[in-house]
């Protein structure tokens, strides 16, 4: 491990280079690169996530931490790691000072695997409208995760509208074992009918303020095609904002999945005893590395997120996104000129 | 028709799950079990990959209570499991773990057994599916089977599947096949046997098709007109451990030959399929297996070996006829190679280098291509002195990954041309994470995809190269090699012979 201080971009690509030429052959072949924006607090989280998840696919990380927007002097500090901290592959943390923070991409951009898709998760609050940051426009695949917002719906409207295929969200991942176990349990009754099994309506229990409450509902609604909402249950759900699920069906049967509060759910169906499923809540390592796993539109989400916040037509967006300048220093967000003569302005934004 | 409105192609985050079901293990104390069935039940359950009803039944003479069963699963599976232990999924999964105590031939026990199923339906909701594992020596098999026909455990209906898992060895030679192959087909239909071979469980061995089909770089040198010869190594650095009575009937040949090395063989040499599907695959790689032929020469091109005392690893090592339990005048071969041809098209004229042998120097098995020379070298004779030919190696264990060896230039201001590998490692960090090759076969099973296993008819097409070889071998000697070293002289020989070389692997 290196650490540079106050120093540029070329430096650390400089020293990636002569680590892996020293370091020996610590890992050989990469399937992309995952950029990870953290805030300063969350960063030591962000890592041990990013981590877990280059264990199931070799990648290089590409931490970037953005500090003191406002400093004075630009300055880059930047550690780089192979087969340290950071798991057995190449890994760069930055941290960024003043206005190079957001010109982040210029230092990330040399650094990229080649033409290997490139993955950026914010383990932060992430933009309002993602294409204001360079690092989601380099992006192949954009992770947000509304559960950190302060207001999940407010967030999950905000992702809604600025949708575009090969987004995808966290609070979306955390479904995951819920679906699974939904779908196995009508997977059961089907089995026990040997017919299809039509689904009727029914309900989410937990905190309707829950992104991923919500988008679990969004994502029965889609299958169903009927509204289902996330009612408040008589219990306080667990962290994943879902407590249980009950879902009518034809033939007047019912099925319910109730988190057991150890780890695992009860399945209750008709005709059949009630079983137990794991249910674990997963560690962000997990959840990353299921995101990683494939990197093409996620249609399934697109549909559970139009539902869960009412904003339509998202599959058409385009999948490409042209990059805007915010200057989060203006009141109007546009640059000035005299202070930054060299910034971009896109055609997207009206220039002044 | 939509059976299931959750279901959708797009989805691929849910994981495929089997119906509900119950798992039947025979011989559920042996060895294989506590290494390998228990913790893959473990390590499904812990990924959620069990159906919510499901049971696991374990079938075994000793006299045990649900409990003590319990417990030895409990120990078993966390010695040995992949996944985290979490001891909520053990304690759910514990919950549906029941024990039957009974030997083979006792009607009262089989009865037991049928009447348990029948429980579990009731208590578990298994809906009358079970898949048993016969993890028992193949001489007690006609008994289960027969117990299992009487019982009418064994069938199939449309309500209700009813599945079978036979372990190797699948007979001694095509004739005993033949007869085992019969007697289970008796008693289950052809589609509901599961014959394991682990090795096709293996993430690699997956990976080769992916490798072949997946990409155009590779396919249009994938033949003879590119490929010089095939080297197929299984290498183990262990003897036969406490296995003397089971190996000195079967020998190398029979244990490792017959089948790991002739799937690799078969997986390597076949055409397309034309759809990536059991049936598909199988009928591809079958046809390998039937244009598969014996060396005219088998006394230069078979030879068996047996390991003698010698040193490995810095540590004394028995010879073969030195272990406990091994005739001291024992002509069983711990170590076999011949020499293959493939008669098709794509093959004719490249030797199938196949080895496989116990005590050697390290643990490894690969499958190499080794491609001809460059038809002209515009370079000096001496330029080239170093170059070999290239080759493509795929590593099945360890370091699973792909290895390209090519010809590079000696940086310096003279020319010189000399092999350097480029290395694509799936490393243990990235497998860690993918599943135990019993535990993907195991999930094949109660999903009811046979891609990954042998069909019968493979089974028989196997012997059938490998009885003559048998055949000629019975009586003779096999070659002695010191443990520690790469196989007998005879074997080198036999390459040098054919101007090739093995590659250390």
Aim: proline letters at 6%.
């Amino acid at each position: 491990m290196t650490t540079l201080w106050d120093t540029t971009g070329s430096a650390v690509v400089k020293e990636l280079a002569a680590q892996r030429r020293t370091g020996g052959a610590v890992l050989s072949g990469v399937a992309l690169t995952l950029v990870v924006v953290a805030d300063e607090s969350r960063v030591a989280e962000a890592e041990e996530a990013a981590t877990a998840a280059a264990a199931q696919h070799p990648c290089r990380i590409l931490v970037v931490v953005r500090r003191q927007i406002d400093a004075p002097v630009p300055r880059l500090d930047a550690e780089v790691l192979i087969g340290g901290r950071l798991g057995p592959g190449e890994a760069v943390v930055m941290r960024m000072y003043g206005r190079l923070a957001l010109h982040a991409e210029s230092v990330v951009l040399p650094l990229l695997a080649a033409d290997a898709p490139v993955v950026t998760w914010w383990h932060a609050p992430a933009p309002e409208r993602l294409q204001t940051d360079a690092l989601a426009v380099i992006a192949d695949r954009r992770i947000t995760d509304s559960s950190i917002a302060e207001d999940h719906v407010t967030a999950l409207r905000t992702r809604a509208e600025d949708y575009s295929p090969g987004d995808t969200d966290l609070a979306w991942t955390r479904t995951t074992p819920w679906r699974a176990a939904l779908t196995s349990t009508l997977d059961a009754v089907s089995g026990r009918r040997g017919d299809a099994v039509r689904l009727l309506g029914g309900r989410v229990e937990g905190d309707p303020g829950n992104a991923s409450a919500r988008l679990l509902a969004g994502w029965l609604s889609s299958r169903c095609g009927c509204g289902l909402d996330v009612v408040e249950g008589p219990r306080r759900p667990g962290p994943s904002g879902v407590d249980a699920v009950v879902l009518q069906l034809d033939q007047d049967e019912e099925v319910a999945v109730r988190a057991d509060r150890r780890g695992g759910a009860v399945l209750t169906q008709p005709y059949r005893p009630d079983a137990t499923v794991a249910l674990p809540d997963r560690p962000l390592g997990d959840l990353l590395g299921e995101e990683l796993r494939r990197l093409d539109p996620d249609e399934p989400y697109a549909e559970a997120l139009e539902e869960a916040t009412g904003v339509r037509g998202l599959s058409n967006r385009a999948a490409v996104r042209e990059h805007v300048w915010l200057d989060p220093a203006r009141p109007d967000g546009n640059g000035d000129r005299d202070d930054d003569a060299e910034e971009p302005s896109s055609p997207a934004a009206p220039v002044a | 028709m939509i059976v299931n409105p959750l279901r959708d192609p797009r989805d691929r985050r849910l994981p495929r799950v089997p119906d509900p079901c119950a798992l039947v293990v025979f011989g559920i104390t042996g060895d294989l079990a506590r290494k390998k069935l228990l913790p893959a039940v473990y390590d499904l359950a812990n990924r959620g990959l069990l159906p919510t009803n499901f049971a696991l039944l374990g079938f075994a003479r000793r006299d045990w209570g649900d409990q003590d069963f319990a417990e030895l699963a409990r120990e078993a599976a966390r010695k040995a499991a992949r996944t985290p232990w979490r001891e909520e999924v053990w304690e759910r999964l514990a919950g549906s773990v029941r024990f039957v105590q009974g030997a083979f031939d006792d009607d009262d026990a089989f009865d037991e057994l049928a009447a348990a199923l029948g429980d579990l339906e009731s208590s578990h909701g298994i809906g009358g599916n079970a898949a048993f594992y016969l993890s028992i020596p193949p001489a007690m098999f006609p008994v289960v089977l027969k117990q299992m026909e009487r019982t009418g455990m064994a069938e199939s209906t449309a309500e209700r599947w009813r599945r079978v898992v036979v372990e190797k060895p699948f007979g001694t030679d095509l004739a005993s096949s033949r007869e085992l192959n019969e007697l289970v087909d008796s008693v289950f239909s052809a589609d509901d046997v599961f014959r394991i071979d682990h090795y096709l469980g293996k993430e690699t061995v997956q990976n080769l098709m992916a490798l072949r089909f997946a990409n155009t770089l590779f396919e249009p040198i994938w033949n003879g007109h590119h490929v010089d010869s095939v080297q197929i190594t299984m290498a183990e650095d262990v003897g036969i451990g406490g296995r003397a009575g089971f190996y000195e009937k079967t020998g190398a040949a029979r244990d490792v030959l017959q089948n790991h090395l002739l799937q690799l063989l078969a997986l390597t040499a076949m055409e397309e399929p034309v759809e990536f599907s059991a049936e598909e695959i199988r009928t591809e790689k079958l046809k390998v297996l039937r244009a598969i032929s014996l060396p005219d020469d088998m006394a230069t091109a078979a030879i068996r070996g047996q390991y003698e005392p010698g040193w490995l690893a810095g540590q004394r090592a028995h010879g073969y006829r030195q272990e406990e339990g091994v005739d001291a005048a024992s002509t069983t071969e711990t170590y076999a190679a011949v020499r293959l041809g493939v008669e098709t098209r794509r093959w004719a004229g490249v030797p199938f280098y196949l080895r496989t042998g116990k005590r050697l120097p390290r643990r490894v098995t690969e499958i190499a291509l080794v491609f001809k020379r460059a038809p002209h070298l515009p370079f000096a004779d001496t330029d080239t002195e170093e170059l070999g030919n290239n080759q493509l190696v795929v590593r099945v264990q360890p370091d699973e990954g792909v290895t390209l060896k090519f010809g590079s230039k000696v940086p310096g201001s003279v020319m010189e041309v000399r092999d350097v590998s480029m290395d694509f490692l799936y490393g243990e960090q990235f497998t860690e994470a993918s599943p135990e090759a019993y535990e993907r076969l195991l999930l094949d099973v109660l999903l009811g995809d046979a891609t990954l296993f042998p069909r019968n008819a493979e089974v028989e097409a196997s012997w059938a190269v490998i009885d003559p070889l048998e055949e000629f071998w019975a009586g003779s000697r096999p070659h002695p090699y010191r443990a520690g070293e790469w196989g007998p002289r005879a074997a080198d020989e036999m390459l040098a012979a054919d101007g090739r070389r093995w590659r250390r692997p």
